[in-house]
């Protein structure tokens, strides 16, 4: 696996930093530091800082390397990188340059020179990245988390949602769980929503029976999405629990996850299109941005090269 984490200076980089760290890897994993140098804004006025400039790009240098020592010290296969541009944009381009599997991100980070993960730029990476991408949150980070007052804790087996739809790119995040190692204790709880019919939308089509035997049929696809889902996550040996929900699935896949207290929810980029649509990006990118925990959105290029052609 070719893993890139984006790292700044931010206290929540180093929180990125640790989830890599306290993840179990595969012998031939690699893993490249990279820290984007934003100086967009200085266009203006390079010439008075460019001392100050040389000196940022000494400092993302040397923290890249940093980092790719404290990695490799834990037996992974690291190299640095850092580089001036816009962020998001670099950060996609580097990822696809290298050939990255998945890439991780904090969900917001400085707002100086040297800025990276500003909520616009976790986004864009979610967004533009031709591979995985997991957005790291921390509830030390957040006020609000159910779980902000144990930040400090020792961390235990994951607690990780997956959202399904049924969809090939559902399976597919799915497969990616499964095929993974993880902590010791971790267990994996698959939801699938069905999303409520709207009547001012689509009138005939929420009408009486219709709309009865149209919820019903979708109910019976969500309860198959999670038994499939679950089958493959039971395989890989996870604890494993399901549930089927009613509502938004953008608001509902946030919710449980926050009910549930998970560290991780996965989304597949994609989904089902049409009346029973649910994984669209426009779903994933939401839950990545307004989720409690880390999301991490599972891209098979292997799909998404079949659905272009």
């Known amino acids: 696996m070719r893993v890139l984490l984006a790292i700044d200076s931010s206290e929540l980089s180093e929180t990125v930093v640790s989830e890599v760290e306290r993840r179990p890897w ?13 100086l967009l804004a200085l266009n203006s006025a390079v010439g008075y800082l460019e001392p100050f400039i040389k000196s940022e790009n000494e400092a993302a240098k040397a923290l890249a390397q940093s980092v790719s020592e404290r990695l490799a010290g834990r037996g992974l296969q690291t190299t640095a990188l850092a580089v001036e541009g816009y962020p998001g944009s670099s950060t996609v381009e580097e990822a696809e340059k290298w050939g990255a599997d998945l890439v991780f991100v904090g969900s917001h980070g400085h707002s100086g020179f040297v800025r990276f993960m500003l909520g616009s730029i976790a986004k864009a990476v979610v967004q533009n990245a031709s591979c995985s991408v997991e957005i790291v949150r921390h509830p030390r ?5 159910p779980d902000h007052e144990k930040a400090d804790q020792a961390p235990g087996g994951l607690k990780i949602l997956l959202a399904t739809d049924g969809s090939d790119y559902s399976a597919a995040a799915a497969r990616s769980i499964a095929a993974r190692s993880w902590p010791a204790d971790s267990e994996v709880r698959v939801i699938s ?3 409520a019919i709207a009547p001012a ?3 005939w ?12 049929d ?5 309860e198959e999405a999670v038994s499939a889902a679950q089958e493959i996550s039971a395989s890989a040996g996870i604890k494993t629990e ?7 699935p953008k608001r509902r ?44 959105v599972i891209r098979d290029r292997a799909l998404l090269g079949a659905a272009a052609s």
Not at 261 to 274: C, E, F, K, N, T
């Open 242 to 248: 399901t549930a089927v929900l009613e509502g938004s």
């Open 253 to 296: 896949i946030v919710d449980d996850s926050k009910a549930w207290l998970a560290d991780l929810v996965v989304v597949g980029s994609h989904g089902r299109r049409g009346l029973t649509r649910y994984l669209l990006g426009s779903v994933s990118e939401a839950v990545a941005m307004h989720a409690h925990c880390s999301v991490e």
């Open 26 to 38: 595969p012998q031939d994993t690699v893993v490249c530091v990279l820290t984007v140098i934003d």
């Open 218 to 222: 979708n109910t019976k696809r969500s």
């Open 141 to 145: 980070h957040d006020k609000d988390h």
């Open 201 to 203: 939308a689509d009138p």
């Open 193 to 195: 929503v069905v999303e």
């Open 205 to 216: 089509y929420a009408a009486g029976a219709v709309a009865e035997r149209v919820r019903e």
